[in-house]
C-alpha cells in the first residue's frame, strides 16, 4: 500500500517539552511525582508515563508532599497557587505559547479589556486562559455564541492555540463587523497551522487520509474535520489496531497524519501496518523487495554483510593478503553483538519498532542460538590464526556481553554502561573499530594507513550510531536510556554530527597528505559526500520513513569499503 506522511505531525514543541520534563521528574525530582490532570491528551503516552511512576492527579490536596508537574495546556493561576501552597514542588509544564496567550489574557484584563477567547469552553487550555483574564473573559465556540456577547467596546480577541485557522478568520471578520475597534492576536501555533496546511495538501493527493491520535485531542479532531471538509474519507484512530483494514485496501494512496500529542511510535506502526495491507495497485515485486529489505535490516544480517565487506576493504586499503577468515569473524562477531544488545533491550524496541521486537520475540530463541553461535564461530575461527587473536576477541566478547548485560548495577533493565549520557554511540563506534582494524594488525602487524583507516572506521560507525539512536530517541528517553539524541536533544545531535563529518574530512585529509593514503583511495570522498546526503536527509525529521532512513545509515559501511573496492578495480584497469 502507497503511504505518504505529512511532513509535520507528531509531537509538537510543547507537548516535547512536557513529556521530557516529566521523564527527567520521574528519574531526579522529589518522589512521589504527578502532573496535574494529563499532561496531554494521549493515553499510550500517558501510560509509559504511568510506569515511570508519574501518575495523574484530579484533586488538589489541602497538604501534600513529591513533585507535581502542571500540564502541557496550562492551569488558571489560582490552581498554581493552590499546588504550591499545598507543599508540592512545582514544575510548570505549560506550553511557552501557550503561557503567551495566558500573558496576553493578563495584560489585556488588567487594563480594562474584555478578553475574547475563541476556543472551546471545556477544553483545560482555554479553562486556564480564562483563568488570567478574571471577570473579563469571554468564549465564543461557534457562531450562535455571538449573539450572547454583551456590548462591546474595548476588547482583544485571543485564540485557543489549536484552533482551526479558517474558523478563526471567519469568526474575528464577524465579531469586528459587529463590535469595531477590537485588538485581534492570531494566537493559533505554528505547529497547528503547519498540520492543518500539512493536511489539506495531502487531502489534494490521497485518496484517504488516516488521522493519529488521542480521541480526546482536539488538534486531531480537528485535523479529521478538515479532511472532511477536503471531501476525503477520514480514519481517526488512536493506534494501529484500531485500523479498517478492509476499507483502506480499496484505496490506491493513503496519506497519514497525527496530533500534536502523537508519539513517534505510534505512528510509525500505524505507517508499517498501512504499508504491509495487500493492495491491487501495489505491484508483487515492490512488495516482495520491502519485505527482504525489512527482514535484512530486523534479522541483523544487513550489519552483518557490511561490516564483512568494510572487513575485506581493510584488508585492501592496507595491501594485505586477501582472504575470507578476518572478514568472516569481524562480520559474525558484531552480528553477535548488535543481536544480543537487541534481545535484552526489547522493552525500548517495543516502543521505537514494535514489529521488529515482535519479530526478535516470536524468533528469541533462533536469535539466542545464532547469537550464542556468532560468539563462538567469531572464536574458533580466530584461534585458527592465531592464540593471540583468539584471546582479544574473548575480551571483546567479554566487553560486548559487559555492555549489554544488566548484570551488575542493574536499574530498569539497563547495564551501568547505558546510562552513561551519549555512551552508546561511543561503545559501538570503538567496538566496530576494534573488530574491523584490530584483528589485521594482529594477524600481519601494524601499516601507518591504519592509524587514518581506523580513525575513518570509527568516525563512520559513530555516524552510523548516532542516525539509528535519533530514529529511536522517543522511545529511549522513555525508558531511561541515555543515548546522545535524549542528552543533548535532536537539534544538538545535528551539530554534534556535523562537526564529526568535518573531523571526517579532515581525517581523510591529513591520510593523503602523509601519504596513508594512495591516489587509488580517492574513491574514499565518497563517504564524506553520501554521509552529509544522510544527515540531510534525517534533518528534514521524515517521520514515518524508518525504513529508508535505517537503509541510508546502514550504507555507510558500505559506501566506506565500497570506496576502497572502487579505487582498487581503478587501479587495475589503468594496469
Known sequence: MKVVMAKKAGFCMGVRRAVQLAIKASYEAEKPVYTYGPLIHNEQALSLLEMLGVKPLKEIPEKAKGTIIIRAHGVPPEDKKRLKDAGFNVIDGTCPRVSRVQALARRYSRKGY?????????????????????????????????????????????????????????????????????????????ATHDRQREVRNLCKECDAIVVVGGKHSANTKRLALIVQEEGKEVFLVETADELDKNALRKFRKIGV???????????????????????????????????????????????????FWLALATLLVADYPLGFRLPFISSLFLFASHTVNRLVDLRALKLNDPFRANFLKKWRKAFMLATASGFLGALALAETLSH??????CLLAAGSLFYSLPF????????????LPGARSLFIAAGWLAAICFPPVITYGFKEVFFWWGAAVFLASFMRAVFLEILEFQGDGFVGKETLPVFIGKEKTFFVLKIVWIILGLVILGGFLTGGFQKEHLGILLVLFYSYAVLSYYEKDLLGKNLELELLAEGIPWILAGSIFLGEGIRRLGR
Do not use: M
Open 257 to 307: 497524519t497525527a496530533g500534536a500529542s502523537t508519539p513517534n511510535w505510534v505512528i510509525n506502526q500505524v505507517i508499517r501496518t498501512i504499508e504491509e495491507i495487500p493492495s491491487p495497485y501495489e505491484s508483487s515485486w515492490r512488495r516482495l523487495t520491502r519485505k527482504f529489505l525489512r527482514f535484512a535490516l530486523e534479522s541483523n544480517i544487513a550489519l552483518a554483510l557490511g561490516a
Open 408 to 419: 551488575l548495577g542493574r536499574r530498569e533493565g539497563l547495564s551501568p554502561v547505558q546510562h
Open 388 to 393: 593471540l587473536l583468539f584471546v582479544f576477541f
Open 114 to 190: 474584555h478578553v475574547v477567547i475563541i476556543g472551546d469552553p471545556d477544553h483545560a487550555e482555554v479553562r486556564g486562559i480564562l483563568g488570567y483574564a478574571g471577570k473579563l473573559g469571554l468564549v465564543v465556540s461557534s457562531f450562535k455564541d455571538l449573539e450572547r456577547l454583551p456590548p462591546l467596546d474595548k476588547y482583544v480577541i485571543l485564540s485557543q492555540t489549536t484552533q482551526d485557522e479558517e474558523f478563526f478568520k471567519l469568526i474575528v471578520e464577524e465579531l469586528l463587523t459587529r463590535f469595531p475597534g477590537g485588538k485581534v492576536y492570531n494566537t493559533i501555533c505554528n
